[in-house]
């Protein structure tokens, strides 16, 4: 009898570490906002060039530096192009003139912006430069979004939402909403080469996945 | 002392689980090779840059594009610059001309080369954007290394070192090993603008920090 209460008391034990661990694992999925929705297809190269955008939430802004002799200047940038899980595809910015990207992406418009899958964490052991784990470049023209239009409105809602610690940001440092405009869409996703896609298929509305899973979840199968 | 036995039972299975979970950490740190240095300093800027090269093993390489009407093309590389946690500040690529940044960097070598601390996972709750989250543009010219010359031997190693998956890679693809020839450094770590460091500075030799820490353990406190 006093060995199945035993028995009874690592059950509750064993139940409850796993109850812990999962409770900790959604808890820091929220705090750090890991809601992952579920990779596409790679053969939907729409939908996984639309879903490389959507997950990220920063990536390499490269504008023709002409303090550099026109080198080629890619920079670090925050960026969002919708809600959590409402992307709509234009990546938008929030700059600042103190900073050389924006400075030389007003001289000359020239620019585009890159994105990995490897910061997703969806690649497992893939190398970042093996082709199915994705990667994108768009490219195109730099705009500044008129501060006074309803697309502003939308866009600082957006980066915003994604990025809260930039309400904050110094009012004096005139920061600005710029966006790109897209022209060109590089998109490695498998084997064989980019893969074509034009910017109207890219840009056109979508009914995105609505099924989404906790990375935390799946990582907490191992201690990380 | 039934009871007493319980209490030890109940102590050797809490200790089972404790060292268990450290194993798995310490297993998992070393399939991801997260075997993470201390980060320097902010106010070290030569360190820090150098630490930010050394702990990374992706970035954007950026290179004119005259398909895309002369403009800057960011694409997402892997990279190694010396043997984890020993290296020597050169980015050093492995890229086949299949790929537009190689037939770029050919043509005209302007180019540069980011990297961020957030892949690191050392600025936490901190965002991308945020100066205090350090990042680095290295700007030059894109150089062929003479795969007959030592360069080419050490090259080769520290990248297959950091990039095992690279030594599979199909031999017909023409994989050939470039490096970028450091120019001017633009390095973001703290609040105030760019840090100002000379070429020779940064690949001054150093003796880097001995001190490791395994990101893992650190995280394992809380199930990720």
Known sequence: MKSEMDKLRVSVFCFALVFLGSWIGFVEAGRRGHLVQ????PKD???TARWLVSQNNWGVLSTISSELGGAPFGNVVSFSDGLPNKGHGVPYFYLTTLDPTARNGIRDARSSFTVSEFPIGTCGKKDPENPTCAKLTLTGKFKLVDINSKEASFAKDVLFAKHPEMKGWPKGHDFKIFKLEIE?????????????????????????????????????????
Chains 1, 2 share one sequence.
């Open 38 to 41: 579920q990779k596409p297809d």
């Open 45 to 47: 190269a729409v939908a």
């Open 184 to 224: 060109d869409i590089f998109l490695i996703d498998w084997f064989g080469g980019p893969k074509p896609i034009t910017v109207a298929q890219y840009l056109r509305p979508r009914i995105m996945r609505a099924s989404v899973f906790y990375r935390s979840q799946l990582a907490s199968l191992s201690v990380l």
